[in-house]
């Protein structure tokens, strides 16, 4: 793609990242530029002189390099989907497509500078994927393959990073909760919702999107979308809290205290909403026990507060930002080139790029 055309799309990009339409775009840079020349440079049909480029850069909050880098992929190869698909504008599920875009590149960048190969996905050789059985084997066998026994998933996070999968954090609507995808298959990522505050619920997601990467291509045909979101639930639930285990702590009663739920949850980062679908699974609560939860919990507005309320921290995964600044150390970057894919100022890198 000749350097042209690679920002015209890119200010495009940037631009719907912004969520400004081109004469927004215009009104925040003052009238230095018109929209018809807005649309001159995202058609590719002129290029814009240092001064308009540099209040382009700033109106839209990126670098000037920003607006000439190689596309390292397309979002059009994935799908975002939001919980409540109504609530979602074209404008905000572009906008998001776009964050996720500039966020995967910048990763994928700073791979490049320090010659990562990030190891390759566990395989999976087995039957069609068709039911809870078939994927809770799935969670049982890449525990044992990661080593992670029966314990506590301390943080889900650092776990993923650790195995090759980018982990990458956005700012988004809180009906968004997350998404997956490989570039140039090679570079798995996960992308999350930096404006979740519950941990649990990000790490349900996690493992959740973990399940898409490794298995979309090894579900039965006669899966369908909605079963096969609910198959994801399985593992994400299985990778949290193996069932044996979840059967010794809360045993097959007549009657299951909501604390109790909550003390489980806040040990191995799980919900109690999650709780609940995994011992329906497990057929320790019926289908009329499942469905009074939810119809209790949505009635009573401090029974809800209660089991929606976040009782595990996990710390954010810095990775990237490691990474970044090793490469700074390395001298393969400069600080401007650091603070430009940590989307920081100049100022705060050089005050924290000593090293020894």
Known sequence: MEQLQIFAKRLRLA??????????????????????????????KMMPDSTVLIALAKALAVSVDYFFRPFSFDTDNFKVSFRKKASASVKEIEALKAQIQDRVERYIEVEKLLMIVAPDLPSYSGKPIENDDDMVACAKKLRQEWNLGNDPISNVQDM?????IKVVLVDAPTEFDGVSGIVNKQHCFIVLNNCILNS????FTALHELAHLLYN???????????????????????????????NLIPNLKRISVVSLANVGSVYGISPDALVFALHRLKVISDSRYKSYFINKSRNPELKAFLEKSNFVECTSNRFESLVYTALAQQLITSSKAASLLGVSLKEVINHSNSL
């Not at 649990?200 to 790490?203: D, T």
């Open 15 to 44: 631009r719907i990242k912004a969520k400004l339409s081109m004469q927004s775009l215009c009104d925040s840079m003052e009238g230095l530029v018109s929209k018809q020349a807005i649309s001159k440079y995202e058609s590719a």
């Open 160 to 164: 993923l990073e650790s195995h090759g």
């Open 200 to 203: 649990e619920r990000k790490r």
């Open 217 to 247: 291509k090894h579900f039965a045909d006669s899966i369908g979308e909605k079963e096969r979101e609910k198959l994801c639930h399985t593992f994400a639930s299985e990778m949290l809290i193996p069932g044996a285990i979840l059967l």
